[in-house]
């Protein structure tokens, strides 16, 4: 399944009476390069499922989003990994 943080979101907007115009959604972005961020009020989810699920869930798609980029990485396996190539 794919993340549904819209509901925690949700409970906790219920719980601490939030407006979703008061929401950050911090998240990852492949979009946005690695170590730089974007901050946006409102908007598409383009295409991240958790920001998806907070729009559906708060019913609205105004509040802030912090991008926080991971870049694009390509990898092609053409061989077992090696543990040092987590490190």
Known sequence: PYNTSGSVVKSL??????????LTVVHDDMEVNKGQWK????????????VES???????DQFRRLRLGVGRINIYILSNFKNSFYF
Do not use: C, E, F, P
């Open 13 to 22: 907007m219920n719980a601490y009476d939030i407006a979703a115009s008061q």
């Open 54 to 60: 907070v729009i559906a869930a708060a019913g609205t």
């Open 39 to 50: 901050l946006k009020m409102g908007g598409s989810a383009l295409g991240n499922h958790g």
